[in-house]
């Protein structure tokens, strides 16, 4: 087991070592014809949660217990359909072996043992055991340790060795026991089960620093490494919020992340690869989740992440930002809060959130994974460096940025060129998005894109690691922070043509700087600021999402807390992101009218008419069915941007005519604003 200057920790020595060999096999294409890219074929689906029946005829332990959470104290016995054999078992996370046997009677409180089966288990209440893991060095600094030792669950693996001397499947469960542990958690559970050296030995632990590591160089440390060299098999489990196990799978895992690899609490990746089981998790993680709106059901990778990037100040902030946005046409990281046990230790709240990478793009836009264009963090210095590129090649990109730099995209016809290049729809809601959150750690750093290398792939930005927006560390007196204050002008920086210390922030912005020399674009652009700080940043839409998702955790905070220390002011971390929701619209049309050097502003009022829809821009004004009459709508545009406007009748009714004031003319129409307005479509039956 780790430990900084090679001493014994908690009086274990470890005296085996673990030879893990991974072979990178090439994991065949999921993805065949063009007439049925995305989907999976059948031979590839993983299985769900085997039944008994399934481990009956697989020769496999069967337990006599489902794994999941208990209120008491229980025995669990081990049988086989192979009445020969013999049952071999650990409690330690390691895989049972012949050349590890221990047949002492003394089971709990013994390490890196397998111990064959004769009689029922003892399956004890959560806190009998001291707490090892949590104490074990995993960075530059440690944080608080627990004032008292930290939920544990049961962990067992066990193994059937056949009167054919042919061993079974391994099969694994997590028993968590003990009075109030069915009601314990309100987010759902996952159990990680693995051998202790694969996270924190020394030589192989992808989780501390290790043995090569001086000083705490941050080059040399374990958790710095990547690659398929520093992933290391598991079994991980779901456990829903009613308790029931979702699936159990075997996977890799590897250490997840930039900088906050030396936090403390760090971030997971997920690997599902035939060498281990399943090529892919056939389980919709994003289920029973408020907030949420993906139903994917496919998953090659998965991310677990800690708040760390954060400061673990609020738990929730990268994931608020990014479900905030998930309806416009961005490519967001859906959030799933969870509690995550390592071998049976309570290790506090991550997220489940997606891996941006060639299966998200696949199962999300049903293209071939093995055909696209993935870049990250390019930048206008051509020719783009082989470490940006994550799959394809940067050709197209280069001749686009090429284009632009010899071409004037303030003229219409380059411009439909650009247009012919990047998704525009989802660059300009990608912008407004990163500029609205304040994000200061952004253009500079955190951008992928990609495209499918076709005739007409065009290029569409992701959206990751936001958290250094929408008033990180704040003054608690002032919420006063400076970069991602409510007034910071985020536009000027998204903007700029200095560099800013060593971040050379100007080849970042040359596109949006370019794209906003034309009239079009920018009129877009504008309007469709003015839409989303109407609709989805509105203040009290977002405080409502804040205090919807803060809700949807707390009750596990106070462990979470207690585990790491962390957050030490939750709730003032929390009223700092309701002040940035409620002051950051005013000074984001400051901010726009200062830039485009805009007349002002004007109040655009629509009374919805229960026979139709009423389209300004992006945003859908329609009386709501079921809650009678709805007085009106109103949202802030600006003075000569034209704005676009259009009655959309409902099945049976036809567009009659405009009431209200302005020159209302036609069923379409696009309005120079310069006063206020107030309308209404009339419909009539057909």
Known sequence: MYNLKRHIISGIIVLCSIIAVFFLISEGRAYTSAS????LKDKERPTPVSSKKDLVEKNTPIFSHEAGFYEEA???SISSADKEGIIYYTLDGSE???????NNDERIGYRKKTFIYTEPIYIPSGNREKTVFAKIPSGPYMPDLPDEEVFKATIIKAKVIGSNAEPSDTIAATYFVGEGATKRYTLPVISIITDENNLFGGDIGIYVPGDNCVDFNENTANYSQRGIEWERPIHIELYERNGERAFSEKAGI?????VNRQSFQKSFRIYMRKEYGSRWLNYELFRDTPFQKNHLSTYKRFVLRSEASEGYQTIIRDGFMQTLVEHMNIDVQSYR?????LNGEYWGIHSIRERLDKYYIATHHR?????IDFLNNPSVTLPVTADRIDEGDAEHYSNMIQFMLDNDISQDENYEIIKSMIDIDNYIDYHVAQIYFANFDWPQNNVKIWRPRTPNGKWRWMMLDVDAGFLRAPNRESYSYGHSNPDFNALVHATCEEHEGL??????TFMLRTLLENETFRNAFINRFADCLNTCFDGTHVVGMINMMAEHISHDIPEYKMRWGYPREWEEMLEAMRFFANERPTYQRQHILDYFDLDGMVQV????NPHGVIKINSVDVEQPKGEGNVEQWSGTYFSGIPVHIEAIPYEGYEFANWEGTGDLNGQTMDIELQTDITIKAVFHPK
């Open 96 to 102: 049972p072996t012949l050349e590890n046997v221990d």
């Open 503 to 508: 971040k050379k922030i100007p080849q970042y």
């Open 254 to 258: 590897r250490i997840h992340g930039g």
């Open 367 to 371: 293209v071939d994974p093995e055909n």
């Open 337 to 341: 809060p969870v509690n995550v046990f």
């Open 605 to 608: 009022t629509i009374i919805p």
């Open 36 to 39: 049925t890219v995305g989907s």
């Open 74 to 76: 229980f025995y669990l």
